[in-house]
């Protein structure tokens, strides 16, 4: 299970410069609010460090003394910093939640934007968890730095300077008595950091880990029912929700105790403070300097804390930029060419020449010489022609199509459409005239009609329902509650099998593409009555354009013009059906095989067409 959660796991240092670097990159659209926000939280300090100076003002040279005169000029600019440093401090923090929400929407849309380009053996690699990871909890805990680290960590190291800087022109003697516990608080915040890092590393894996199980079962739920798991799937996540939860606990108790910690600490240089000022009393200390010198050493653990605390935020905030830097640095298998090949309507001509094609190795695989899925494979499709690809399972008919899609590109040889490479056609040009139907079908939330076009604008009302009506999917689409309107829910809930594999067809007519890909039987989890409804519409769409079907079931495929065999990544016959049957090779044994297995029921239509 280890693998498919590694990569929570914290990974390298607590602080990267480099990744800091290009995290601040996606603040540099916005400098100049960054800038305003700098000197609005110079603004706050100052209003921080004027506010016990101003006491001092007042007890000494009016309270004291007993002269009121002036006295409220002094406590309203008292009022005035206090109320300055609440609208700068409110300005500020809107101005950089406004940031962290702008730069965080960028980082969104270029991880979005970088997936769209990664080919599809990438997703067959990576678990889909794991990318919603990144672009969910990873980013904002980035958009935490930003908004809470980035510049409030600049802001309490002035405020701590100034402090310092103010206690030691006041009086050196008091501020090297207060600084005699930096010591000690320093000790204690290196604990409770290194504590904290070992509790944010739990509570990370046992989160991963929490989160691919529930994924798991509720993907799995039918099956989980069906064999009355429910109590084991039950103790199981009880158990890992009991570790989240013990992990969390532990983090919390180091919090509880250092923010105690801290106040004692801040007490006993009060303390000390007041001890070694109050037997100075009346010598060189007055009350009022006193007083601003015991809220200054008040003040002065307040950033200290807050830096601690940001420790977590930025340890965080580092695991999550190197795994989304390393999911942007993830390079792209499969560019388009810097100057791709026009592609108006095609005549849909296909050729492999000598093809050799292997899948990368899976994460978690021994390392070793690929496996050769298509070995020197080369035939050619005429426009217009249909083709059935067949074979035992493994043969290499899935891997033609997605090297035609250009899903994947070949380590030797060549793929052309219309006598140019693959390759040389940008990857959306050369998709939009290809219709591809999967046997496992997918389907958007959404209504049906956008499920057929599919976002594509060209294709109105009328034209979804021509292509609905071709098809025979327009009568049970009629019958939904809205027709054509009606929500498919998530991945088609409402829908069944037959249904969606005839939504699929009709999304395929509808792009009117001049290629059709029919692919893995897609006709293979549907009724006798729909499947004789598909082939129909098999029939009449395939007329005037190129076809290419894999199918399991010979019977389905013996009105096409010419069948491909493969075996073990080769071409080992080709003909027609009657041809092949003759011929008494791979493909008749395989039509016999299947003859024996359907018996009477199916095969006496079968061999009756050979």
Do not use: C
């Not at 997936?115 to 805990?141: H, K, M, S, W």
């Not at 103790?235 to 801290?262: E, K, T």
């Not at 640095?329 to 100057?339: F, H, I, K, L």
């Not at 030797?412 to 079908?441: F, K, N, P, S």
């Amino acid at each position: 299970m280890s693998t498919a959660f590694h990569e929570d796991e914290l990974l390298g240092r607590a602080y990267d410069s480099r990744l800091m670097r290009r995290l601040l990159a996606y603040l540099r659209p916005y400098r100049g609010l960054v800038a305003l926000s700098v000197v609005l939280l110079l603004l706050h300090s100052a209003a921080l460090l004027a506010g016990p100076a101003l006491l001092r003002v007042a007890i000494d040279r009016h309270i004291a003394p007993r002269r009121p005169e002036g006295l409220e000029w002094v406590v309203l600019a008292y009022l005035g910093t206090l109320g300055a440093a609440f609208a700068v401090r409110y300005l500020q923090n809107i101005l950089m939640q406004l940031v962290g929400q702008r730069a965080m929407y960028d980082l969104r849309m270029a991880i979005f934007t970088h997936l769209q380009r990664l080919a599809v053996g990438f997703y067959v690699r990576t678990p889909v968890g794991r990318l919603l990871t990144r672009i969910t909890n990873d980013v904002d805990a980035l958009n935490e730095l930003i908004t809470q680290g980035v510049v409030a960590v600049f802001g309490d190291l002035v405020t701590v300077v100034g402090i310092v800087a103010v206690m030691l022109v006041m009086d050196w003697r008091l501020a090297l008595v207060t600084f005699t516990v930096l010591p000690l608080i320093l000790y204690v915040t290196a604990v409770f950091r290194a504590r904290a890092r070992d509790t944010y590393r739990a509570v990370r894996t046992r989160l991963a880990r929490l989160n691919a199980y529930l994924n798991e079962n509720l993907m799995g739920m039918a099956i989980v029912q069906l064999f009355n798991r429910e109590a084991r799937a039950f103790a199981r996540f009880q158990g890992l929700n009991r570790d989240l939860l013990a992990a969390h606990l532990q983090g919390l108790r180091y919090v509880a105790l250092f923010q105690p910690a801290v106040s004692v600490i801040r007490a006993l240089a009060v303390a000390l403070v007041l001890w070694v000022g109050g037997a100075a009393l009346g010598t060189t200390v007055t009350i009022g300097l006193l007083v601003a010198f015991i809220q200054y050493a008040e003040r002065f653990f307040e950033p200290i804390e807050h830096l601690a605390e940001q420790y977590t935020i930025l340890q965080a905030a580092m695991a999550s930029s190197e795994r989304i830097f390393r999911l942007l640095d993830e390079p792209v298998e499969v560019a388009d060419p810097p100057d791709p090949v026009p592609l108006g309507r095609l005549r849909g001509e296909v050729e492999f020449r000598g093809v050799w094609f292997a899948y990368p190795p899976q994460e978690g695989a021994p390392d070793g010489a690929a496996e050769w899925v298509l070995r020197d494979l080369s035939f050619h499709i005429r426009p217009g022609e249909s083709v059935a690809l067949v074979g035992h399972t493994g043969a290499g008919k899935s891997s033609i199509i997605n090297l035609l899609m250009r899903f994947y590109d070949p380590q030797r040889g060549t793929v052309l459409v219309d006598g140019v490479d693959v390759r040389r056609y940008a990857q959306r040009d050369l998709r939009r005239h290809i219709g591809l139907v999967l046997q496992d079908v997918f389907l958007f939330s959404g209504t049906v009609a956008d499920n057929i076009r599919l976002g594509n604008r060209e294709i109105d009302d009328a034209a979804v329902r021509r292509a609905a009506e071709f098809v025979n999917a327009h009568r049970f689409i009629e019958r939904l509650p809205r027709g054509y309107q009606t929500e498919v829910k998530e991945r088609g809930a409402i829908l069944s099998v037959g249904q969606k594999q005839l939504i699929a067809f009709a999304r395929a007519i509808a792009h009117n593409p001049e290629i059709l890909l029919v692919l893995d039987e897609a006709t293979s989890s549907v009724d006798t009555e729909t499947e004789e409804l598909i082939q129909e519409a098999l029939r009449r769409v395939m007329p005037g354009r190129t076809s290419i079907i894999i199918a399991h079931r010979l019977s389905t495929i013996q009105h096409v013009d010419r069948i491909l065999v493969l075996h073990k990544g080769r071409l080992v016959e080709t003909g027609t059906h009657r041809e092949l049957l003759a011929r008494g090779g791979v493909y008749s044994k395989l039509y016999e095989l299947q003859f024996a297995a359907v018996g009477p029921r199916r095969g006496a239509g079968g061999a009756g067409a050979g």
